[in-house]
């Protein structure tokens, strides 16, 4: 092992895994786990942040959405999925301690007084109504952030790490700008596939038409396995006939060893079968014919013809019935698809979520401006919740 990966002097639970320490105290590894300082950061962000800042905002009577416990459960659930994979991705296994701890602390509280000034009642959608002192501040934490960004993006370099540090986190902020581009192709779809996406019906139709042809298929093979079998019944009976008739004139000769009584058929009785299945099949063809009345195959070329033909086109129309309406749990049959316009709404948890993952340098500065990003997700989520980016504008109108 190099001289600057270090193992815990014990394999157990509690140490979690090994810990890569590389000159700037992990900055370069990408995955690090400490079990300790795990559930340490997880009780600071999913359980002590929310409640104090609840119970402040109710102390304060600051604005926030009501929560039962259900959704308080919703957030823990969902936080501890955020807080888990941002752990292990940010590098807060090397670089939580206090100074992380004190910072969160102070930029949940001053976020959450920073919201409640009158002019900043403000959203992300509305920023054309935006007061001149809501973009004042707006455009201020803007330019904060990207002072921040100027520093982390040196320690990068400093620690040679720069040629994927800047790739991650375009390809982090992938969930916000790609929001515009699916947006905007939603809105195609429900504009020209008002009645859903067309690749379920196409794979709908293809396992009609799949099952359908294989229909076919052996309607087809039975059809000629009946030919072969009626001909050779005509081929005995009319060798029958002639033995028959053979017989007759020449009593002393014998039918043939191959022509045996219990197989000849009778040519009285193989024409009245016939006959029997033409007008069966005659008096079934017609709209409501069934599949089994499609298998009678003695008729002439042209009428066969006719009738596969017949058949196809009654499949064709019950493929169409069939697509009309997919089954839907939450669509009730024959009603309207739920589609919906909808409108990017950027949220802030969302945003110093993002931030957080690149906060991973020791330096003081860095865990600082962790503290204040980890700080701000949380008031982001404890007052109003893991709200989608994604908000419903309006019920799509045909």
Avoid at 99 to 118: A, D, I, K, R, S
Avoid at 131 to 153: C, E, M, R, T
Avoid at 317 to 339: A, D, F, M
């Amino acid at each position: 092992m190099g001289t600057n990966e270090t193992v815990p002097t014990d394999h157990s639970f509690v140490s979690g895994c090994y810990l890569h320490e590389d000159a700037f105290h992990g900055a370069a590894t990408i995955v690090s786990f400490h079990f300790v300082r795990y559930i340490l950061f997880t009780i600071m962000l999913i359980i002590v942040g929310p409640l104090v800042y609840r119970l402040v905002a109710a102390f304060f009577d600051l604005e926030r959405d009501f929560k039962s416990i259900v959704d308080h459960f919703d957030d823990v659930t969902n936080g501890l999925i955020y807080s888990y994979i941002l752990f292990t991705l940010g590098n807060y296994a090397h670089t939580f301690g206090w100074v992380t701890l004190v910072f969160y602390f102070v930029g949940l509280l001053c976020y959450c007084g920073l919201v409640e000034l009158p002019f900043m009642h403000v959203s992300l959608p509305g920023w054309r109504s935006w007061s001149k002192a809501a973009w004042a501040v707006n455009l201020g934490g803007l330019v904060a952030v990207l002072v921040a960004a100027g520093f982390h993006i040196r320690w990068s370099y400093k620690a040679g790490i720069l040629q994927w540090y800047l790739p991650l986190f375009v390809l982090a902020t992938a969930s916000v700008w790609s929001t515009a581009f699916v947006k905007q192709l939603h809105h195609h779809c429900i504009d020209n596939c008002p009645e859903g996406l067309g690749i379920e019906k196409r794979t709908r139709r293809a396992a009609l038409v799949l099952f359908t042809s294989r229909s076919a298929q052996s309607r087809r093979e039975h059809q000629a396995e009946e030919v072969i079998q009626l001909a050779e019944l005509r081929e005995r009976a009319e060798q029958y006939a002639v033995c028959a008739s053979e017989q007759l004139s020449s009593p002393s000769e014998q039918l043939p060893s191959n022509a045996d009584s219990t197989d000849v058929p009778n040519p009285i009785a193989l024409k009245h079968a016939e006959s029997r299945e033409l007008s069966d099949t005659s008096s079934e063809v017609g709209p409501a014919s069934t599949s089994r009345s499609l298998l009678n195959m003695p008729m002439e070329p042209e009428r066969q013809e006719r009738i596969n033909s017949l058949s196809c086109e009654q499949k064709k129309v019950h493929i169409e019935e069939r697509l009309k309406n997919l089954h839907y749990l939450n669509v009730q049959t024959n009603g309207p698809l739920p589609l919906y316009r909808y409108q990017l709404h950027l949220h802030h948890w969302q945003i110093f979520y993002i931030l957080s993952f690149f906060t991973r340098f020791d330096e003081f500065a860095s865990q600082a401006c962790a503290g204040i990003v980890l700080g701000i997700f949380t008031h982001g989520y404890a007052a109003y919740g893991f709200d989608t980016m994604m908000e419903r504008k309006g019920e799509y109108q045909c």
